[in-house]
């Protein structure tokens, strides 16, 4: 059926390098993207967002690129920090149902000292 | 500015028994989601109010309801509660008009 998945459930990166975490679509209607990062107890926190009419998207040490053609969204976090150690989702908010965002399962990001 | 707040931030209650969860939007926001999200899965979308009326519903039974207010704060109630209704129900607000949904701090369930 139609959803929002993530390729990786976890992602283990060292300290200082940088962080790519993907994210496929399946609907084509899909217009607007958001990524979210949730620590341990908390609500999602906003990241980024990108509209279907972007391909890239940058913000402070965090970019999200947005394919199409192949319905891929991935997040890209440079210099990652230990704080940066949580679980990010994708969410997506498609034309024909306007108001609801459709979370993935999400990636644990584990950043090693 | 106050960011979304929830409350309580833990409940714990018994099964058939009747749950109220509370949600006070951001400033300037006049638009409230509810979702829930089980152990190590994504939120899933309960409903969305906007002008005190419930505006989409996800797929969800009539157990779960909601109103809003007209400071636009928000309640999520569960009547007859099931051990599988144990979970963190988050609240998101958003702006008029606006896409983008900030999220509270969540209220943990859990139904014995």
């Known amino acids: 059926g139609e959803s929002v998945g993530l390729h990786l459930p976890t992602l283990s990166v060292q300290e200082g390098d940088n962080s790519i975490i993907n994210c496929a679509y399946s609907?084509?209607?899909?217009?607007?993207f958001i990524w979210y990062k949730q620590e341990s107890g908390k609500g999602p926190q906003f990241i980024i967002d990108?509209?279907?009419?972007?391909d890239k998207r940058q913000g402070q040490r965090v970019t999200v690129l947005l394919n199409k053609t192949v319905k891929h969204l991935s997040l890209q976090i440079a210099a990652t920090q230990p704080g940066d150690s949580a679980v990010y989702f994708c969410a997506e908010k498609r034309m024909d149902s306007s108001y609801k965002l459709i979370f993935g399962s999400g990636t644990r990001l584990l950043v090693r000292p | 500015d106050a960011g979304v707040t929830q409350s309580p931030t833990h409940l714990i209650k018994t099964r058939g028994q009747q749950v109220t969860l509370r949600c006070s939007p951001k400033?300037?926001?006049?638009?409230v989601s509810w979702y829930q999200q089980a152990l190590g899965q994504g939120p899933q979308f309960i409903f969305q109010?906007?002008?005190?009326?419930?505006?989409q519903r996800g797929n969800f039974p009539d157990r779960f309801s909601g109103h809003q207010f007209p400071n636009y704060s928000s309640e999520l109630n569960v009547n007859a509660s099931l051990l599988g209704d144990s979970a963190l129900y988050l609240c998101?607000?958003?702006?008029?008009?606006?896409?983008?949904?900030?999220f509270g701090p969540g209220t943990r369930l859990l139904v014995l």
């Open positions: 609907n084509s209607a899909s217009d607007y």
């Open positions: 990108i509209r279907s009419n972007m």
């Open positions: 400033s300037g926001h006049d638009t």
């Open positions: 109010y906007y002008e005190e009326e419930e505006r």
């Open positions: 998101a607000s958003s702006q008029p008009d606006g896409e983008t949904q900030y």
